[in-house]
């Protein structure tokens, strides 16, 4: 709880990843992909509810043994391809008999955000009167040097006049990085999901912290991070 207001932990996980099969229950650095965002969150000083939602029984145990709740299994609808994460945010809210003021999107792929990263979200939510924090990252190249390619791949125009200088004199960019979503929940309600809007403000997440795994290359590099100590554990 926060400044009297409840909060509920939504941890979206189901058995169904294409890119990389069953991630979310592959051991890193020596426990499942999911258990450290679950462990991130009953460490959190702010969260009164972790509930991970998915359609998948082993999911479900294996997310019952780390501590988190899983009162119910996701509709088959809701672990498709097409699927919204808003779908899953709104099925969990309605789903659940209490009411939380708070809900907080936590994605088990984003394995290095800590819990006093969620519980300085949060209390940035607060500070900033805000409806909404999102976690974001700086990027790690300028999006002013991409650009897409014809089919002959020629790259006459590749670069506008404005962005062919050094990367030190380009401003810098910020990217989304799914490791924390923080809203009230009157306002996920009214606009059906988490938005960016004039109240919804970043959160900035340092890049060694923003891994978030879709590939064997991800799941590798952030092995590779822990285990060089690169950056703390959820202790």
């Known amino acids: 709880m926060i400044d009297g207001k409840s909060v509920l932990a939504i941890i979206p996980a189901r058995g169904g990843s294409k890119r990389l099969p069953r991630k979310n229950l592959m051991a890193l650095a020596g426990k499942p992909l999911i258990a450290w965002t679950i462990e991130a969150a009953l460490k959190s000083s702010l969260i009164d ?3 991970v939602s998915t359609d998948d029984d082993e999911i479900a145990d294996v997310s019952n043994e780390y501590g988190a709740m899983v009162p119910f299994l996701r509709p088959a609808s809701l672990a498709s391809d097409s699927a919204t994460s808003n779908d899953v945010i709104l099925h969990a809210l309605d ?3 209490e009411e939380f003021d708070i809900a907080l999107l936590l994605q088990p792929t984003s394995p290095l955000r800590g819990h006093y990263h969620i519980d300085e979200a949060l209390e940035r939510l607060v500070l900033k009167a805000a409806e909404g924090i999102v976690s974001v ?3 790690e190249h300028s999006p002013l040097w991409a650009n897409t390619l014809p089919a002959d791949e020629c790259m006459n125009g590749f670069l506008a006049a404005k962005s062919n200088r050094r990367s030190q004199e ?3 960019y910020y990217r989304l990085n799914g490791a924390i979503y923080c809203f009230k929940v009157e306002s996920i309600r009214r606009n059906e999901g ?3 809007g004039t109240k919804v403000f970043s959160y900035v997440l340092p890049n060694e912290c923003s891994i978030d795994i879709d590939s064997q290359f991800d799941f590798d590099f952030a092995t590779f991070v ?3 100590s690169l950056i703390g554990s959820n202790e």
């Open 226 to 228: 822990i285990e060089r």
């Open 194 to 196: 988490v938005f960016f």
């Open 95 to 97: 789903a659940l008999d």
């Open 137 to 139: 990252t700086p990027c």
């Open 170 to 172: 380009l401003a810098q």
């Open 49 to 51: 509810y972790v509930l």
